[in-house]
T-cell receptor, first 109, second 115 residues
């Protein structure tokens, strides 16, 4: 069912930018790319979403390639509190948001 | 002040029992969801209600029965609990019914352990 591919894990140094890749080669023209994260023992938290243009908010930036087949979530200055599982999601066109395995990001001091 | 709150946070029970998990959202959203997160950490949608009407019903055993008394509440009742029901259950809400174009707000989860 998964429409996205993410690396299973990655490490990042505290204070550095974390770049999280996601492939979604079968995305269709009107499908958004969403990013959520889940910190241990908490519910998932919305981060950002986009369609074509790059997006930025107080949490992160989302860079989507021109062909829309991949995207990168950027955490500009990672902190220890950013350690979490990050989910890149392209929702099915049937009102459902399905979560895959995600990328486990560990920020190290 | 919690936007989406669910109770209880932990639920330990014996096989065969019936239990309920409650969820409330104070965001004024029209749509609420139940998700199940299994031991492999995959999150799967179970149900979705929009303005008290069921709009998504995944292939979930009919021992699971959601009930929405009003659009701010979505409860999950589970009959005849089985070992395989052990998981973390998350409630969520969104403004509209189309989760493909909405931000979802999640509760902190209910860890159900069936012994």
């Amino acid at each position: 069912d998964a429409k996205t591919t993410q690396p299973p894990s990655m490490d990042c140094a505290e204070g550095r930018a974390a770049n999280l890749p996601c492939n979604h080669s079968t995305i269709s023209g009107n499908e958004y790319v969403y990013w959520y994260r889940q910190i241990h023992s908490q519910g998932p938290q919305y981060i950002i979403h986009g369609l074509k243009n790059n997006e930025t908010n107080e949490m992160a930036s989302l860079i989507i390639t021109e062909d829309r087949k991949s995207s990168t979530l950027i955490l500009p200055h990672a902190t220890l509190r950013d350690t979490a599982v990050y989910y890149c999601i392209v929702p099915f066109n049937d009102y459902k948001l399905s979560f895959g395995a995600g990328t486990t990001v560990t920020v190290r001091a | 002040d919690t936007a989406v709150s669910q109770t209880p946070k932990y639920l330990v029970t014996q096989m065969g029992n019936d239990k309920s998990i409650k969820c409330e959202q104070n965001l004024g959203h029209d749509t609420m969801y139940w998700y199940k997160q299994d031991s492999k950490k995959f999150l799967k949608i179970m149900f979705s209600y929009n303005n008290k009407e069921l709009i998504i019903n995944e292939t979930v055993p009919n021992r699971f029965s959601p009930k929405s008394p009003d659009k701010a509440h979505l409860n999950l009742h589970i009959n005849s609990l089985e070992l395989g029901d052990s998981a973390v259950y998350f409630c969520a809400s969104s403004q509209g019914a189309d989760a493909t174009n909405e931000k979802l707000f999640f509760g902190s989860g209910t860890q159900l352990s069936v012994l």
